[in-house]
C-alpha cells in the first residue's frame, strides 16, 4: 500500500502510526510537511515551502483562507513531483485547516483521503469567547466563522474523517457527522506509567527534599491553557504552605489564541505581578521527554486547565503516570476526568476555588491510591496506543480500500 501523509509539522499526530506502516516493506510511506527536526526509518519525508506569505491587503476574514491556498499549492506542486516519479498513494491522511489537502485529489483522483479533523470554529460558545465574553464584536464573530472554509472543503471532498474526542467532534455540523469517527492518537501507556520511587530531579534541578510538588505542563504559558490562573493559584498556595515547591514545564510563549507584543511572555507577566519565592518556582523550559515523563510520575499534584478546546495529550499522560489531576471544569476535561473518581474539576475562572481544590488533594494525597489506579486505568482502558493504534491502522486499511463505512464506524 502507498500512503502520503500531509501535515504541517513532522510528525505530529501521525507519529506511530506512520512509524507501524513504514516497519511493512510492503508499503512506501511519505510525508509532506514544513518541518521535518526529525526522521522515521521508511519515511520518505518531503520539505513543502509556500511561495510567498500572505498578502496584506487580503481582507482579514480571508487571510487564514488564503494561507490555505498558498499551502495547498505548494503541496500540489510536491505531489506533481511524486507523481512523475511514480507515486500514487492509495490513500491520503491529511491534518485538516491548514489548506494542505485541498487539490490533492487533482493530481490523483483515484486515491482516498482521510481527513484529520482537529478544530472547527466558532465565534461564541467555546474558545474565542470563553475568556471575554463581551470582547467579541460583529466584526470578530465574521472573522473567526470565515476560518472554516478549508474546513468545510475538506469535510465535503474527504472519503472519512477522524476526530480525536467527542468534544471536538460537537464542533462540527452535524451533518458530516455520518462519515466521521471518534478516535483518539492514544498515548504510549507503556512508557507514560507509575514510578514512585523515581528521583526528584532534572538536569540541574534536585527536588529530592521537596514533600510538595505542583505542576503544570504545557507546550505554551498562555491565557487558553489557564496560566494566569494557574500562577495566582500556586502563589496562594505558596504563601499557605512553605514546603510546596512549583514546577512549570514549557516555553514562555503562546501555542494557541492572542499572543502578546514580541519580547513578552505570561511567564515574565505572572512573576511580575505576583513575585513568588523564587526559591520555590521553578520554570524548567521544554522537556526531553525521559524528563518529562519523570515530572509526571513525582509530581504531588498536576494542575490542568483549558478553556474549550483541543484537548492536551498531557493530560492523558498525567493519568497514563497515576497521577493525581487538578482539572478545569470545562466540557473538554469533563470527557476525560470523573470528579472524585479519577481525578479533580475546579472552575477555571475562580481562582480561590482552585486553589482550594489543589489543597485538598495536596493535605490527602497519601490516601487517593484509588483516585491514582483509577486514572490509570482511564488512560490504559481508553487511550491506551496499544490498543487505539490497531484501530487507526484498520481505519486506514478499511478507507483506502473503499470499504465505507469503515469497521471504524461513523460517529453517531
Given at each position: 500500500?502507498?500512503?502520503?501523509?500531509?501535515?504541517?509539522?513532522?510528525?505530529?499526530?501521525?507519529?506511530?502510526?506512520?512509524?507501524?506502516?513504514?516497519?511493512?516493506?510492503?508499503?512506501?510511506?511519505?510525508?509532506?510537511?514544513?518541518?521535518?527536526?526529525?526522521?522515521?526509518?521508511?519515511?520518505?519525508?518531503?520539505?513543502?515551502?509556500?511561495?510567498?506569505?500572505?498578502?496584506?491587503?487580503?481582507?482579514?476574514?480571508?487571510?487564514?483562507?488564503?494561507?490555505?491556498?498558498?499551502?495547498?499549492?505548494?503541496?500540489?506542486?510536491?505531489?506533481?513531483?511524486?507523481?512523475?516519479?511514480?507515486?500514487?498513494?492509495?490513500?491520503?491522511?491529511?491534518?485538516?485547516?491548514?489548506?494542505?489537502?485541498?487539490?490533492?485529489?487533482?493530481?490523483?483522483?483515484?486515491?482516498?483521503?482521510?481527513?484529520?479533523?482537529?478544530?472547527?470554529?466558532?465565534?461564541?460558545?467555546?474558545?474565542?469567547?470563553?475568556?471575554?465574553?463581551?470582547?467579541?464584536?460583529?466584526?470578530?464573530?465574521?472573522?473567526?466563522?470565515?476560518?472554516?472554509?478549508?474546513?468545510?472543503?475538506?469535510?465535503?471532498?474527504?472519503?472519512?474523517?477522524?476526530?480525536?474526542?467527542?468534544?471536538?467532534?460537537?464542533?462540527?455540523?452535524?451533518?458530516?457527522?455520518?462519515?466521521?469517527?471518534?478516535?483518539?492518537d492514544g498515548v504510549d501507556t507503556d512508557f507514560f506509567k507509575p514510578d514512585r520511587r523515581v528521583q526528584k530531579k532534572i538536569g540541574n534541578l534536585d527536588l529530592g527534599e521537596a514533600r510538595e510538588i505542583l505542576t503544570f505542563a504545557t507546550r505554551g504559558m498562555?491565557?487558553?491553557?489557564?496560566?494566569?490562573?494557574?500562577?495566582?493559584?500556586?502563589?496562594?498556595?505558596?504563601d499557605r504552605r512553605p514546603d510546596l515547591h512549583v514546577l512549570v514545564v514549557g516555553e514562555d510563549r503562546v501555542a494557541y489564541g492572542k499572543r502578546l507584543p514580541e519580547g513578552e511572555g505570561w511567564g515574565q507577566r505572572m512573576v511580575a505581578e505576583l513575585k513568588?519565592?523564587?526559591?520555590?518556582?521553578?520554570?524548567?523550559?521544554?522537556?526531553?521527554?525521559?524528563?518529562?515523563?519523570?515530572?509526571?510520575?513525582?509530581?504531588?499534584?498536576?494542575?490542568?486547565?483549558?478553556?474549550?478546546?483541543?484537548?492536551?495529550?498531557?493530560?492523558?499522560?498525567?493519568?497514563?503516570?497515576?497521577?493525581?489531576?487538578?482539572?478545569?471544569?470545562?466540557?473538554?476535561?469533563?470527557?476525560?476526568?470523573?470528579?472524585?473518581?479519577?481525578?479533580?474539576?475546579?472552575?477555571?475562572?475562580?481562582?480561590?476555588?482552585?486553589?482550594?481544590?489543589?489543597?485538598?488533594?495536596?493535605?490527602?494525597?497519601?490516601?487517593?491510591?484509588?483516585?491514582?489506579?483509577?486514572?490509570?486505568?482511564?488512560?490504559?482502558?481508553?487511550?491506551?496506543?496499544?490498543?487505539?493504534?490497531?484501530?487507526?491502522?484498520?481505519?486506514?486499511?478499511?478507507?483506502?480500500?473503499?470499504?465505507?463505512?469503515?469497521?471504524?464506524?461513523?460517529?453517531?
Amino acid at each position: 500500500m502507498n500512503i502520503l501523509f500531509l501535515h504541517n509539522n513532522f510528525p505530529a499526530q501521525y507519529r506511530h502510526v506512520a512509524r507501524r506502516l513504514a516497519a511493512d516493506k510492503a508499503n512506501r510511506v511519505v510525508f509532506i510537511s514544513q518541518r521535518v527536526p526529525g526522521k522515521i526509518p521508511g519515511v520518505t519525508n518531503i520539505l513543502s515551502k509556500p511561495h510567498r506569505e500572505v498578502k496584506a491587503e487580503t481582507h482579514h476574514y480571508l487571510r487564514p483562507t488564503e494561507a490555505a491556498v498558498v499551502n495547498a499549492q505548494a503541496v500540489f506542486r510536491n505531489c506533481l513531483e511524486l507523481k512523475k516519479k511514480g507515486f500514487e498513494p492509495d490513500i491520503v491522511c491529511a491534518h485538516s485547516g491548514w489548506g494542505n489537502s485541498l487539490y490533492v485529489k487533482e493530481v490523483f483522483p483515484n486515491a482516498r483521503l482521510l481527513s484529520y479533523f482537529e478544530w472547527f470554529y466558532h465565534a461564541r460558545g467555546t474558545d474565542a469567547d470563553f475568556l471575554d465574553p463581551g470582547a467579541m464584536g460583529y466584526d470578530d464573530a465574521a472573522r473567526i466563522h470565515s476560518k472554516n472554509m478549508p474546513l468545510l472543503m475538506d469535510l465535503a471532498t474527504c472519503d472519512w474523517g477522524q476526530v480525536p474526542t467527542r468534544f471536538q467532534l460537537a464542533q462540527i455540523p452535524p451533518v458530516f457527522h455520518a462519515r466521521l469517527s471518534v478516535l483518539h492518537d492514544g498515548v504510549d501507556t507503556d512508557f507514560f506509567k507509575p514510578d514512585r520511587r523515581v528521583q526528584k530531579k532534572i538536569g540541574n534541578l534536585d527536588l529530592g527534599e521537596a514533600r510538595e510538588i505542583l505542576t503544570f505542563a504545557t507546550r505554551g504559558m498562555e491565557p487558553y491553557r489557564g496560566f494566569p490562573e494557574f500562577m495566582r493559584a500556586a502563589a496562594l498556595l505558596m504563601d499557605r504552605r512553605p514546603d510546596l515547591h512549583v514546577l512549570v514545564v514549557g516555553e514562555d510563549r503562546v501555542a494557541y489564541g492572542k499572543r502578546l507584543p514580541e519580547g513578552e511572555g505570561w511567564g515574565q507577566r505572572m512573576v511580575a505581578e505576583l513575585k513568588p519565592d523564587p526559591a520555590r518556582l521553578h520554570f524548567t523550559g521544554p522537556l526531553a521527554y525521559g524528563d518529562y515523563v519523570k515530572v509526571l510520575q513525582f509530581s504531588t499534584v498536576r494542575a490542568y486547565l483549558t478553556v474549550p478546546f483541543v484537548l492536551s495529550w498531557s493530560l492523558i499522560e498525567s493519568l497514563a503516570c497515576g497521577g493525581l489531576v487538578v482539572g478545569s471544569d470545562t466540557a473538554p476535561v469533563r470527557e476525560v476526568i470523573r470528579h472524585g473518581e479519577n481525578g479533580f474539576l475546579a472552575p477555571f475562572d475562580d481562582v480561590e476555588a482552585f486553589a482550594a481544590q489543589i489543597e485538598e488533594v495536596l493535605d490527602t494525597a497519601d490516601d487517593m491510591q484509588d483516585i491514582r489506579a483509577a486514572a490509570r486505568k482511564t488512560a490504559v482502558e481508553k487511550y491506551a496506543l496499544e490498543k487505539l493504534l490497531p484501530r487507526q491502522l484498520r481505519l486506514i486499511e478499511d478507507v483506502a480500500a473503499g470499504r465505507l463505512p469503515p469497521r471504524e464506524r461513523s460517529a453517531n
